[in-house]
Nanobody, 114 residues
């Protein structure tokens, strides 16, 4: 059974930083893309950042220059360094791993106070 375990969320003041981590366990192979999505109250889930097995990255325009995604393929882990956080970054952040299948973490809350 595949599990994605996220950590690193919390409460931070505007301008602060957080680092999210996500580690995959279980029988997960042929990882193509790893990434982070977020969902704010009353809004749809949206892409934050993704990174391919080849290291190609893609970011939402709203986080470019502030967030950095990285991964450790040996550990089957993906990270999101979030700097210069804004109140509008407040959301539940979900880890996503794509193989031939699509896996999601349980979500971690990030709250940015003004």
């Amino acid at each position: 059974q595949v599990q994605l375990v996220e950590s690193g969320g919390g409460l931070v003041q505007a301008g602060g930083s957080l680092r999210l981590s996500c580690a995959a366990s279980g029988s997960i192979f042929n990882i193509n893309v790893m990434g982070w999505y977020r969902q704010a109250p009353g809004k749809e889930r949206e892409l934050v950042a993704v990174i391919s097995s080849g290291g190609y990255t893609n970011y939402a325009d709203s986080v470019k220059g502030r967030f950095t995604i990285s991964r450790d393929m040996a550990k089957k882990a993906v990270y999101l360094q979030m700097n210069s956080l804004k109140p509008e970054d407040t959301a539940v952040y979900y880890c996503n791993v794509q193989t031939p299948h699509n896996y999601w973490g349980q979500g971690t809350q990030v709250t940015v106070s003004s």
